[in-house]
C-alpha cells in the first residue's frame, strides 16, 4: 500500500538515513564543502514555530520518499505567504510510478491549507523535476548559481 501523509521531523530522520545518504549522493555538487549533517535542532525550531511542512512517502509503511518544506512570509513581500521547498526526494526503484507527482501535488495541497499563496521548488538542471516543473503550470522564478569561496 502507498501512502503520502505528514510527519514530524523525528518521524522522517528515524527511518531516512538511507534516503538521505542517497538523496545527497546523487545531487550534493560541492560534496567537499556540502558535508550531509542536518540541524536538527533548527528543523525542531521551526516546526515549534508553524514554519516546517514535512510529508512522507511511505510503500507499505516504509518510507521511500520524503518532501520537507519552509512556510513563511516571504521577507520582500511581507503579506506573502510562501512554501519553499527544501528537500524532495524519492528513492530510485520508485521513480517510474507516480508517487513523485503525487507528494509534489500532496505537499502544493498540505501549504495551500496552511495558508501559502506561493509554491517555490529547486530543481537542477537537466533532472526529471526541471522537466516536471513548467508542466504542472511552474515558471522560473530565479536561478541560482555557487561558487566555493
Known amino acids: 500500500m502507498t501512502e503520502i501523509r505528514e510527519a514530524t521531523v523525528d518521524q522522517i530522520l528515524a527511518s531516512a538515513s538511507e534516503l538521505f545518504a542517497a538523496h545527497w549522493d546523487e545531487i550534493a555538487l560541492n560534496k567537499q564543502v556540502m558535508q550531509l549533517k542536518p540541524d536538527v535542532a533548527r528543523y525542531h525550531v521551526l516546526d515549534a514555530q508553524g514554519m516546517l511542512l514535512v510529508l512522507g512517502a511511505y510503500v507499505d509503511e516504509v518510507l521511500v520518499g520524503y ?3 519552509f512556510l513563511m512570509n516571504h521577507l520582500h513581500y511581507a ?5 519553499s521547498n527544501d528537500l524532495l526526494f524519492i528513492a530510485q526503484e520508485h521513480r517510474q510510478s507516480r508517487l513523485g507527482l503525487q507528494l509534489i501535488k500532496r505537499t502544493e495541497e498540505a501549504a495551500k491549507g496552511r495558508g501559502a499563496q506561493l509554491m517555490l521548488w529547486h530543481a537542477k538542471p537537466d533532472t526529471a523535476l526541471n522537466a516536471l516543473m513548467p508542466r504542472l503550470g511552474y515558471g522560473v522564478q530565479d536561478i541560482i548559481y555557487s561558487k566555493e569561496v
Open 67 to 69: 518532501s520537507v518544506n
Open 79 to 83: 503579506d506573502l505567504h510562501v512554501c
